[in-house]
């Protein structure tokens, strides 16, 4: 038999890469709840026609595509053949396929609230955490199947959103004593800049270039974009702008200079300057940067939007979001603002795991083992161990009578701390004996005093 294998871009998680998962989770969701938001859970896969269409053309390649039930029955072979041959001409048919894997969090989002706004308390403030997939190609930090921690707000236009998201990111990467950058940029600035280069139908190649600036370099997104018709001129628009540098507030200024007489850099401009106001945001322990190179390629945002890179691993970005305040409009109810950020959970962990940040407290495995030895011991035993569990102490006793030796292995692989042993001297006695693996201390106490043991040892 062949050896069974993982499909690609997906991992298994043993109980130590958990254990460190949850503390990320745990950490995020702290903070979520902190800020006011409250959580919700949409499913694994929606309707086909909800997903295609928000992402952008490259976005849209992506999606996992779910093939309807029943496609060998005998009476839909030539129709099941006519919908292939579609969907490999690039087209969707609803022959052979009406739903996909969701491909973030956002749209389900916008979903949700187009189906529910009726009964929603605006602004509606959610979180959620849950596995999106992506048939994208695997490599480091980028896998097919993995997690996002989305925090989303509709109902409200007020920039005091997005500056309680810079907070979040601050609070959050701290908290997970990492050193980032939030990055911040308008889409609004971006549309200015399609508009200096020819109009409004450039902004869509312009920012999907500009998205592979770090990536590719200067001289790659300019082949990129002059291949697509942008002329000399205009490049050196581009290029001028791609290459603001200095302070927040000179990046301002000489965004000003390039784009300032365009309505739309005025808005984004305005932004800015009203979110930097915000006394609070000097005393980020993280660094908030402006960064007009900054596109995140998803046709759906509207206004300011977020990245966050690792100041010490080279990783892609391990956070994003913005303002969309068209998404519910594409269900059917529009004028309904929204933005969001996302954690990229996978990449966290990664840059976490190869720093060596995780604390040992993180590690919440068995505490106590109690050897197993005859009948009589072994009752007594875990007539202990039950008291020992209701007190909160994680405790097992070893599954059946042996020797001394294949017990103490068994806590020792499994990294347990203590062991408990229990014989007919002890029972008598009224006593066990403790044995402390990590300093390899052993001495006799009595039962009772147990619990006290365990908690102060």
């Known amino acids: 038999m062949p050896k069974p294998t993982l499909p690609q871009g997906t991992r298994d998680f043993n109980a130590e890469t958990v254990y460190k998962r949850q503390y990320i989770f745990s950490t995020i969701r702290?903070?979520?709840?902190?800020?006011?938001?409250?959580?919700?859970?949409?499913?694994?896969?929606?309707?086909?026609?909800?997903?295609m269409g928000k992402y952008g053309d490259e976005g849209d390649q992506l999606i996992f595509k779910i093939l309807n039930n029943g496609l060998n029955h005998p009476d839909k072979k030539q129709k099941v053949q006519d919908a292939f041959d579609q969907v490999m001409a690039g087209k969707s048919s609803k022959d052979i396929t009406e739903r996909a894997l969701r491909y973030d969090l956002t749209i389900p989002f916008a979903r949700y609230v187009a189906t529910h706004h009726g009964q929603l308390t605006m602004p509606f403030k959610r979180f959620q955490m849950q596995p999106v997939w992506r048939a994208d190609r695997p490599q480091k930090g980028r896998y097919r199947e993995f997690y996002q921690c989305d925090a989303d707000v509709v109902g409200s236009k007020s920039l005091l959103n997005e500056?309680?998201?810079?907070?979040?990111?601050?609070?959050?990467?701290?908290a997970l004593q990492l050193k980032v950058e939030i990055r911040i940029n308008h889409r609004q600035i971006l549309a200015a800049l399609a508009e200096a280069c020819g109009g409004e139908q450039w902004m869509t190649p312009i920012t999907v270039a500009i998205d592979k600036l770090e990536k590719v370099g200067l001289e790659q997104v300019k082949s990129e974009l002059i291949s697509k018709g942008v002329s000399e001129d205009a490049w050196k628009k581009i290029q001028a702008y791609l290459e603001i540098s200095g302070t927040n507030e000179e990046k301002i200024t000489a965004a000003e200079q390039i784009l300032g007489n365009i309505p739309s850099a005025q808005q984004a401009i305005a932004d800015f300057k009203q979110i930097l106001q915000f006394p609070s945001l000097t005393n980020l322990k993280q660094e908030l940067m402006i960064d007009f190179t900054l596109a995140r390629g998803l046709n759906y945002?509207?206004?300011?939007?977020?990245?966050?890179?690792?100041?010490?691993?080279?990783?892609?970005?391990?956070?994003?979001?913005?303002?969309?305040?068209?998404?519910?409009?594409?269900?059917?109810?529009?004028?309904?603002?929204g933005a969001?950020?996302?954690?990229?959970?996978d990449r966290v962990y990664d840059v976490i795991e190869e720093l060596k940040r995780f604390p040992?407290?993180?590690?919440?495995?068995?505490?106590?083992?109690?050897?197993?030895?005859?009948?009589?011991?072994?009752?007594?035993?875990?007539?202990?161990?039950q008291q020992l569990r209701k007190s909160g102490v994680r405790a097992?006793?070893?599954?059946?009578?042996?020797?001394?030796?294949?017990?103490?292995?068994?806590?020792?692989?499994?990294?347990?701390?203590?062991?408990?042993?229990?014989?007919?001297?002890?029972?008598?006695?009224?006593?066990?004996?403790?044995?402390?693996?990590?300093?390899?201390?052993?001495?006799s106490i009595n039962q009772s005093q147990l619990l006290q043991y365990v908690f102060e040892g």
């Open 30 to 51: 702290s903070v979520f709840e902190r800020y006011g938001y409250q959580p919700l859970e949409t499913p694994s896969f929606e309707q086909l026609e909800t997903l």
């Open 163 to 174: 500056v309680e998201f810079i907070h979040m990111y601050d609070d959050v990467f701290s």
């Open 360 to 385: 040992t407290s993180v590690q919440a495995g068995t505490q106590v083992l109690f050897f197993h030895l005859e009948p009589e011991a072994s009752l007594v035993a875990f007539n202990l161990m």
């Open 340 to 345: 969001g950020i996302s954690f990229g959970v």
């Open 396 to 443: 097992e006793m070893f599954h059946e009578s042996a020797k001394f030796d294949k017990q103490f292995k068994y806590a020792e692989k499994k990294q347990i701390p203590y062991v408990i042993i229990l014989g007919a001297k002890e029972v008598e006695t009224n006593s066990c004996v403790v044995k402390n693996l990590t300093t390899g201390q052993q001495e």
């Open 301 to 337: 945002y509207t206004g300011c939007i977020f990245e966050i890179k690792s100041k010490e691993v080279a990783m892609g970005s391990i956070g994003g979001g913005g303002r969309y305040d068209n998404l519910t409009g594409s269900f059917g109810v529009p004028g309904v603002p």
